[in-house]
C-alpha cells in the first residue's frame, strides 16, 4: 500500500503565491497614488517653459512616448481674454517629468508660455504678478517655493477633492480682470486631474486671493 508523503514544494509555493498578490497590490496602490489622485502636499518654484509638445487629444498625465506624463497648462490669450471675457483660457501641452504632475503645471504656468505661443497671443497673468522673497524658505535658509500646494485640503481643514494653492510671495493684482484670469488659469489647470473638483487660491497672508469682502469667504 503506497502512502502519499506531503510535498516538500507546497510551504514554497504558498510563499510565492504570497509574495505575487503582493506584487499585485503594491502596483495597484502605485497606480492609485499616481499625481491628480489627490494625495500629498507639495511646494513649488517656476522654471523655465519647455517647448509645447503637440496636443494628444485625450491624454491627461498620461505617458509619454519619450518619457514624462503628459498636462495641460491652461493660459490667458490677447485680445479674446482681455477685451471679452477674462476668464477664457487656452490650453498648450506640456510633459512633466516628475510624477508630481499637478505642481509642475503650476510651475509651468506661473514659467508662461514659449516664444511660439506668445506668438499668437497666449500670455499667463501669473507670470508678472508675483514679486518679493518667498516666506516658505523652511528647511532652506535663502530662497523657496513660489507656492504650496495642499491636496484634499481647504485651506488648512481636510476636504476631499479641493486643492489649495498658498502663494509663498506677494502677488500684486492691477484689478479685478486681472484676479479672473489668475483663477480661470490656476483652476482650470488643476481641475484638468480628475481627483481636484474645487480650488482654493489663498495669498501669502493666507486670505483668499481676489476677495475684496476681507471675509475670506473661499475657506467657507
Same mark, same amino acid.
Not at 483652476?187 to 489663498?202: E, K, M, N, P, Y
Given at each position: 500500500m503506497l502512502?502519499?508523503?506531503?510535498?516538500?514544494?507546497?510551504?514554497?509555493?504558498?510563499s510565492r503565491l504570497f509574495v505575487s498578490v503582493l506584487g499585485l497590490l503594491s502596483l495597484a496602490l502605485t497606480a492609485w497614488l499616481l499625481p491628480g489622485s489627490g494625495v500629498g502636499f507639495a511646494q513649488g518654484?517656476?522654471?523655465?517653459?519647455p517647448q509645447a509638445a503637440p496636443m494628444?487629444?485625450?491624454q491627461v498625465a498620461g505617458a509619454s512616448s519619450s518619457g514624462g506624463y503628459l498636462i495641460k497648462v491652461f493660459f490667458s490669450r490677447?485680445?479674446?481674454?482681455?477685451?471679452?471675457?477674462?476668464?477664457?483660457?487656452?490650453?498648450?501641452?506640456?510633459?512633466?517629468?516628475t510624477l508630481a504632475v499637478a505642481t509642475f503645471a503650476l510651475q509651468m504656468l506661473i514659467a508662461g508660455p514659449t516664444p511660439s505661443e506668445r506668438s499668437v497671443g497666449l500670455f499667463s497673468e501669473l507670470? *508678472? /504678478?508675483?514679486?518679493?522673497? !518667498?516666506?516658505c524658505t523652511a528647511p532652506l535658509p535663502v530662497g523657496g517655493p513660489d507656492f504650496i500646494l495642499m491636496l484634499n485640503q481647504r485651506g488648512y481643514r481636510s476636504e476631499l477633492g479641493t486643492a489649495t494653492v498658498r502663494f509663498c510671495r506677494q502677488l500684486s493684482s492691477p484689478g479685478t480682470g486681472a484676479d479672473a484670469r489668475v483663477?480661470?488659469?490656476?483652476?482650470? *489647470? /488643476?481641475?484638468?486631474?480628475? !481627483?481636484?473638483?474645487?480650488?482654493?487660491?489663498?495669498?501669502?497672508?493666507?486670505?483668499?486671493?481676489g476677495d475684496e469682502s476681507g471675509l475670506d469667504r473661499c475657506l467657507s
Open positions: 502512502i502519499s508523503k506531503p510535498s516538500k514544494n507546497k510551504q514554497p509555493a504558498l518654484q517656476a522654471q523655465a517653459a494628444v487629444q485625450g490677447y485680445p479674446v481674454s482681455v477685451e471679452t471675457n477674462p476668464a477664457a483660457v487656452y490650453p498648450v501641452q506640456r510633459i512633466s517629468p507670470n *508678472t /504678478l508675483l514679486s518679493g522673497p !518667498s516666506d483663477q480661470a488659469e490656476i483652476t482650470a *489647470t /488643476l481641475r484638468q486631474f480628475s !481627483s481636484i473638483r474645487r480650488v482654493v487660491i489663498l495669498t501669502r497672508d493666507g486670505h483668499c486671493f
